[in-house]
């Protein structure tokens, strides 16, 4: 088994600072831009310079925790910023705006060198016979891709100086370090060195070093708890951007911004774009197995090179389907997107308590969305597979329900626009199971089959509204006096399917636990056919006797419109290939030779 070494020492900054002429820090290409803000600056700033007072008042305050630094050395030398690197960076800013000052007095007193003295060799490599620093030379250097700043900031670290009226956030953040050092100075000239001291030499960093970049990895998702960690995505980023040249480098950058704030505007994040691309990449290899590695495994695997500069492309359009899917956009020249019998499926889908559904509609869109009948495939497709998705949960409810089916009907779908695929309760599923299964669906099934009966109802033009809760009809809780019932079946029956109806928030708010005569006025004034329905019915009361009732018509609706999907999904036969027969069609086969018929 392979060892881990990792270093931990704790570290004052000037300290810590200084061992960057021997292993330069780096921010790698795939970290997030610098990005503190006034607030995060300010109060470092404030923090320190309360510290810096409290240690020539207070024999307790002997130093100062500024948090940790993660990192490993690479390939270079260098040490890899893998957490901390929006302090590492401040603290740099900070650091060079004290020397700007300091460098700036007219009056240089022992103090005022003794600080450039110490800060010198903090900030920029010095040459070891003469002292002299090179301030070209800097130990901190930014590469993040996405970052459009990497050059401002050496620039301020070399000169000490921003743009006029620059708007980035090094050139801010420097000017602001500034501005709080000249407000503090006027008022406060002696404590400052007091201050100066205290962040050089009684501020204390926690620098852990891994020696790769996983183990360093590893202990950040472990530690962090200040923001979002760094994800297989941003790996990736950095292995494509160190391919690309110099003129590429721009074009790729400027593309994987645009497509994070893009996936961000449609709840999806480009990890989760890498993620659909990983099973689409499986499909077409064939890949059915269901134990296999995690996304930036499967991604760096050696000799597969599957991290290629276009992939930011193929990404991007698949994000489309996504558009249409969160946010309703229509897409140019894609009619289907503009379907409303696709799109009510698809929010049905989005009702599906794992991500299994998600899967097999990608790779179907991403394979087949040039096809010239492709609105009518889709559809089809997409109804089938609710039926599949919708019994198997049912039945069991659990991603090992589906998940190995799932997998090979994505392979099955690379092949051909009409793949065969299981879809209903199993064979040996009778009547009165599946009655059951229906009625009593576990809670996490319950809002997928209401939008299925809601869709279902002619009336129901249009989506449903976003905001809508499961309505009981007979209520949760009820008036003992005003209606006799045995509390244990009651109960049980409350949560059956036939008690249960959409409803918009702010309508089931005002309908609270009311009866059914008093909710009438608010269901009829739902957007929601099936309840508006409820509410202009000639219904006087709902009690118990109604709900199993409506039980025995919801089963037949289900049953019925699952067998319809299902029936309207059948295969073209491809010409000079023989169909292959499901499992269930040669079970058929094995009874009927054993009866003698064939």
């Not at 000037?14 to 610098?34: A, C, N």
């Not at 309207?568 to 058929?588: I, R, S």
Request: negative net charge; contains cysteine; proline residues 4%.
């Amino acid at each position: 088994m392979a060892t881990t070494n990792i270093d931990v020492n704790k570290q004052n900054v000037v300290d810590l600072l200084k061992s960057g002429k021997d292993h330069p820090f780096i921010i790698p290409e795939y970290q997030r831009p610098y990005a503190w803000s006034d607030d995060e600056i300010i109060t470092l700033f404030d923090d320190l310079w309360e510290f810096s007072i409290e240690r020539t008042t207070s024999e307790s305050a002997k130093t100062y925790f500024l948090g940790s630094i993660v990192s490993f050395e690479n390939d270079q030398g260098e040490k890899e910023i893998i957490d901390g690197q929006q302090r590492i960076t401040s603290l740099f800013l900070l650091l060079r705006a004290v020397y700007t000052k300091l460098e700036s007095e007219e009056n240089k007193t022992k103090e005022i060198n003794n600080f450039i003295s110490k800060i010198q060799p903090a900030l920029w490599l010095e040459d070891e016979l003469t002292g002299e620093v090179d301030k070209t030379k800097t130990l901190l250097r930014s590469e993040v891709a996405t970052d459009q700043g990497n050059e401002i900031l050496r620039r301020i670290l070399e000169t000490g100086q921003t743009e006029k009226d620059a708007k980035d956030n090094y050139s801010h953040n420097f000017n602001k370090f500034v501005e709080l050092y000249e407000n503090k100075a006027v008022d406060n000239a002696m404590h400052m060195f007091q201050f100066i001291n205290a962040l050089l030499n009684y501020s204390i960093l926690l620098p852990i070093s891994a020696d790769n970049q996983d183990t360093a990895l590893t202990i950040f998702s472990t530690l962090n708890n200040r923001g979002l960690p760094l994800s297989d995505a941003d790996i990736f980023k950095s292995l494509i951007y160190k391919k690309l040249t110099a003129g590429e480098k721009k074009s790729f950058a400027h593309k994987w911004k645009e497509l994070e704030a893009e996936a961000s505007k449609h709840g999806e994040t480009i990890q989760s774009l890498f993620n659909y691309h990983m099973f689409y990449l499986r499909a077409c290899d064939g890949d059915v197995k269901t134990t296999t590695s995690g996304v930036r495994k499967y991604f760096t695997e050696k000799g597969k090179n599957r991290l290629k500069p276009e992939i930011i492309d193929t990404l991007a359009d698949s994000l489309n389907l996504w558009k249409v899917i969160r946010s309703g956009e229509i897409l140019a020249n894609e009619s289907w997107s503009e379907n409303k019998d696709i799109l009510k499926v698809l929010d049905i889908l989005v009702a599906y308590n794992n991500e299994f559904w998600k899967y097999p509609t990608i790779i179907y869109y991403n394979q087949h969305k040039d096809d010239p009948e492709f609105e009518g495939l889709f559809l089809k497709f997409l109804r089938k597979l609710c039926v599949l998705l919708v019994t198997r949960y049912l039945e069991s409810p659990s991603i090992s329900a589906v998940k190995g089916t799932v997998l090979k009907l994505n392979a099955a779908i690379i092949k051909t626009p009409e793949p065969e695929f299981v879809a209903g309760f199993k064979a040996d599923t009778s009547e009165e199971d599946a009655m059951s299964l229906i009625v009593t669906p576990p809670r996490t099934m319950v809002r997928m089959l209401l939008k299925i009966l809601a869709y279902d109802n002619q009336n129901q033009s249009e989506l449903l509204p976003d905001k809508w809760e499961i309505e009981h009809i007979f209520p949760q809780k009820w008036d003992t006096s005003f209606f006799t019932l045995d509390s244990d079946e009651t109960n049980k029956t409350l949560e059956h399917i036939g008690n249960k109806i959409p409803l918009e928030k702010p309508m089931n708010i005002r309908a609270s636990n009311n009866y059914f005569d008093r909710k009438k006025e608010q269901y009829s004034k739902s957007a929601i056919a099936i309840t508006q329905d409820f509410g202009k019915s000639n219904r006087v009361n709902w009690i118990p006797t109604d709900i199993k009732l409506r039980d025995k018509e919801i089963t037949d609706q289900l049953t019925s419109l699952f067998a319809k999907w299902v029936d309207e999904y059948e295969p073209t036969p491809v010409p000079g290939v023989k169909p292959v027969p499901t499992p269930e069609q040669l079970e058929q086969i094995r009874q009927l030779r054993e009866l003698g018929f064939i």
